[in-house]
């Protein structure tokens, strides 16, 4: 089985899907390794250490997606500007894809993984069971998202964020509010305590509770629930409750330093949860990082890829934050996809065996059809 690695084409992206110290693994399942030169770069990934490592380094992606006959991609397969073609033209019919993408938002790409007979699985798709934790490379993207938004927070605020005592008098901490209590919410908690600041979390989820104060943060309290559903996150909120909760939760952020917000509900935009209004009320000078950006944003105000100010309030839009750490989020990507990948190696070919829940449900595409529920709606609708 000829594993393939290419460089990424998506604009912004970094990361690689597969670092030197992975190959070991997969040649020892009977995998051979191809990497398109220059390919990991960016992410402190050379060639010289994939060679060494024991993969072969091919001189372009072309090379690469027509020798291979498994793609391993951080982002989905796109057009080319560079080769002037799709990367799905220059597989061959019947190769296997293994990436991170929700199906349903992309329903031009599905379709042409059907056309072109290219048997994908998305990592996104993975159920939430506890034999597939070292493959959530979700998870471990929304860790270093959590991270990296408190640093963006911490650079752009113009004061400090511990309380500190000094010859000239003390300084106050600053205050940060984390909505939102996922992976990427609970790393954010845990380093804006680091920092120093005051922290206070909130989430729908009563049952994360536990989860804020074991980092030595504040949860509030609303009489707003909703609980989790099969994947872990938090079910969508109706019209009227969320309105309520902006209503409860105005006092908290305008009482707030820094704001990063988190929630995300799969397959629909993200929750609208500060308004313009609301951040008009907050101090100037204070921060917003909005990680919902992608999705539309969970602030009013909010515009991805950018950083605007508004009544003295920045608002923060960043888009893939794993990106802007490629080097670690590489190394964390590359062993969620190994895992995933080593689940389905039997004697250096791929079993993939419809019985195993992994497998099943992680199909976006096979044979020619479509196998991914949520991705029907969108191929027949598009």
């Not at 056309?115 to 506890?130: A, G, K, N, Q, V």
């Not at 922290?199 to 074991?214: F, I, L, N, Q, T």
């Amino acid at each position: 089985m000829k594993v393939g690695i290419v460089k990424e084409i998506a604009s912004g992206e970094r990361r690689i899907a597969l670092v030197p110290s992975s190959v070991a693994a997969l040649t020892k399942a009977g995998a051979e390794v191809l990497v398109e030169a220059k390919a990991g770069e960016e992410a402190l990934a050379y060639d010289r250490d994939f060679e060494e490592a024991g993969a072969r380094v091919l001189p372009d992606a072309a090379s690469v997606l027509g020798e291979a006959e498994l793609v391993l991609k951080v982002q989905r397969p796109m057009h080319s500007e560079a080769l002037g073609r799709h990367e799905t033209d220059l597989m061959k019919p019947g190769t296997v894809v293994l990436t991170s993408f929700l199906p349903w938002t992309d329903a031009d790409l599905v379709k042409r993984l059907v056309e072109r007979r290219i048997t994908c699985f998305s990592l996104d798709l993975i159920p939430r069971i506890s034999r597939a934790q070292p493959m959530d490379a979700r998870s471990a993207m929304s860790t270093i998202a959590g991270y990296k938004s408190v640093l963006i927070a911490a650079d752009a605020y113009t004061k400090l964020f511990p309380m500190l005592s000094t010859a000239a008098g003390t300084i106050a901490p600053a205050k940060a509010l984390i909505w939102g209590v996922g992976v990427a919410g609970l790393q954010a908690i845990a380093t804006a305590r680091r920092l120093g600041a005051v922290v206070s979390a909130y989430d729908v989820r009563p049952a994360v509770k536990g989860e804020v104060e074991s980092l030595g943060a504040r949860f509030i309290t609303l009489d707003i629930t909703s609980e989790a559903d099969a994947s872990g996150y938090a079910k969508g909120l109706e019209a009227d409750q969320e309105a309520r909760l902006r209503e409860m939760m105005t006092r908290h952020v305008a009482d707030s330093d820094i704001v990063i917000t988190t929630a995300l509900v799969p397959g629909r935009p993200a929750p609208r949860l500060i308004t313009a209004d609301m951040v008009s009320k907050m101090k100037p000078g204070s921060q917003i990082v909005d990680l919902a950006a992608e999705q539309g944003g969970n602030c009013e105000l909010t515009k991805p890829g950018t950083r605007t100010t508004v009544h003295g309030v920045t608002i923060h839009g960043p888009i893939n934050l794993p990106s802007e750490m490629p080097a670690q989020a590489s190394h964390l990507y590359s062993r969620t996809i190994t895992s995933f990948l080593l689940n389905m190696f039997k004697k250096g070919e791929l079993l993939l065996d419809a019985d195993d829940p992994i497998v099943r449900e992680s199909y976006v595409t096979r044979d020619g059809q479509v196998i991914a529920e949520s991705a029907k709606a969108g191929t027949q609708g598009s």
